[in-house]
């Protein structure tokens, strides 16, 4: 079997509450908790001594599955103005080219270096 199906079809992933990607992507994740929770409290109401803490419940469903989720305007806003933090761009006025240089500085010839 391929490891992508694997992966994505066979494979209960923890952050997920134990579904699949698969599960989850397609809508079937509703309906794999609902199942779980009717073997939880067929178990609890035939054993309810093996359950200390009384009825358990299926593990939380997330709303998507993401590897790389996207941004939304404000978080491309924050990462925008973040990047200027502490950099040239922070001294820039409107409508001047950012410099890798400061032009405020006094130019020395190389021969006051050596000196």
């Not at 579904?19 to 009717?38: C, E, I, S, Y």
Request: aromatic letters at 4%; charged letters at 20%; one cysteine or more.
């Amino acid at each position: 079997m391929d490891a992508t199906v694997r992966y994505n079809v066979e494979h209960h992933h923890s952050g997920l509450g134990l579904l699949t990607p698969h599960d989850v992507h397609f809508g079937l994740a509703d309906q794999r908790v609902a199942a779980r929770a009717t073997v939880l409290a067929t178990a609890y109401a035939a054993h309810p001594e093996r359950f200390p803490r009384g009825l358990l419940q299926p593990l939380a469903r997330p709303e998507a599955v993401w590897i790389n989720p996207p941004k939304s305007p404000a978080t491309q806003e924050t990462h925008g103005l973040a990047a200027t933090r502490g950099g040239v761009l922070d001294h820039a006025r409107r409508g001047q080219l950012p410099s890798t240089h400061r032009s405020d500085l006094p130019l020395r010839d190389c021969s006051e270096a050596s000196a």
